[in-house]
């Protein structure tokens, strides 16, 4: 079953903007992590949150969580080319396999 | 330190034949994790396994996909009497043993891209 879904679906903007992607998710969590594709390749991962934590930084990357809201967002600041990609949150519940959204699919015009 | 390998790449098969995918975890990794994702979609779980031993393949169909991970040698995610429904991007992942708890971190190959004619 689909955990997380993203919003947008596709998000365009100019290089140097910062993108904003969400991801809600329905039942209790350990952590939720965010994980980047490329077209045609595999998933690799970017960040990693605790259900006990709020904001992660790494890098141009900065994500928070609302457990309250079940909710978490991806923050990419001056965004470039080269982050054109599809964004992916996944939530882990227990011991329980990785459960993937749709992804938000990121062009960045540059 | 070669990361997930899988392997072939592309795969076209006819109906009615049998399809093996293969994947190789990255060193020192003994859990290995079978995604399918279908265009514009993202991926579904289908089966988790370590060494010898299936955890858990709740997102398997039942009849005509199975898989292994013997001790020795790659995974492999095996369709017998492929439909034009399993045309799909497989991703195999795999993990170190879990650490802090339960965070599971995953490693993805590039996929296999199976297409049934």
């Known amino acids: 079953s689909q955990q997380g879904e993203e919003d947008p679906q596709a998000l365009s903007i100019q290089e140097g903007e910062n993108a904003t992607m969400n991801c809600s998710y329905k039942t209790s969590i350990n952590n939720l992590q965010w994980y980047r594709q490329n077209s045609g390749r595999g998933l690799v991962h970017l960040i990693l949150?605790?259900?006990?934590?709020r904001e992660k930084h790494s890098g141009r990357l900065r994500v928070t969580l609302d457990t309250s809201k079940k909710s978490s967002s991806l923050l990419i600041t001056a965004s470039r080319a080269a982050d054109t990609a599809s964004y992916f949150c996944?939530?882990?519940?227990?011991?329980?396999?990785?459960?993937f959204g749709k992804g938000t699919r990121l062009s960045v015009i540059a | 330190n070669a990361g997930v390998m899988q392997n072939p790449r592309h795969l076209v098969r006819r109906r009615g034949q049998e399809a093996r995918l293969r994947c190789s975890p990255m060193?020192?990794?003994?859990?290995v994790y079978w995604y399918r994702q279908l265009p514009e979609e993202g991926l579904k779980f289908m089966v988790y396994?370590?060494?010898?031993?299936?955890?858990?393949e709740s997102g398997m169909p039942k009849e005509r996909f199975s898989a292994e991970f013997p001790k020795e040698g790659p995974s492999i995610l095996r369709i017998q009497q492929v439909v034009r429904g399993d045309s799909a991007a497989y991703f195999c992942?795999?993990?170190?043993?879990?650490?802090?708890?339960?965070?599971?971190?995953?490693?993805f190959g590039s996929g296999t891209q199976l297409s049934v004619l």
């Open positions: 396994l370590q060494k010898e031993n299936i955890i858990d």
């Open positions: 060193k020192g990794h003994s859990h």
């Open positions: 996944a939530t882990q519940s227990g011991n329980t396999p990785l459960v």
């Open positions: 992942a795999s993990s170190p043993e879990a650490t802090g708890g339960f965070e599971k971190k995953l490693f």
């Open positions: 949150i605790r259900s006990n934590e």
